[in-house]
């Protein structure tokens, strides 16, 4: 079956950098595009970035442009997700999501900026 499994999130202060990964198992992963949202407490999940199944094409929302990053290492079935000049509003659980036959979401990374 399809799994999805974040990881690299945590506490960082104001300015700090993560790297995210998404692990993804039971599909042909160089096949699907991939998307990362987050969610912060008592707001609805939003779409941060998009990377085709190739990784030649990527989009970004507005709020992320020039501090996120999308990658993906198709032969570690892998997504990453680069982020730098971090804000405490960028404090959210992040997610990685396909749709393969439905969409698919893991269970997502803590992300918590603060000083």
């Known amino acids: 079956q399809v799994q999805l499994v974040e990881s690299g999130g945590g506490l960082v202060q104001p300015g700090g950098s993560l790297r995210l990964s998404c692990l993804a198992s039971?599909?042909?992963?160089?096949?699907?595009?991939m998307r990362w949202y987050r969610q912060a407490p008592g707001k609805e999940r939003e779409w941060l970035a998009y990377i085709s199944n190739g990784g030649a094409n990527t989009k970004y929302a507005d709020s992320m442009k020039g501090r996120f990053t999308i990658s993906r290492d198709n032969a570690r079935n892998t997504v990453y997700a680069q982020m730098n000049s971090l804000k405490p509003e960028d404090t959210a659980v992040y997610y990685c999501?396909?749709?393969?036959?439905?969409?698919?979401w893991g269970q997502g990374t803590q992300v918590t900026v603060s000083s």
């Open positions: 999501n396909t749709l393969v036959d439905r969409d698919y």
């Open positions: 039971g599909f042909t992963f160089r096949s699907y595009a």
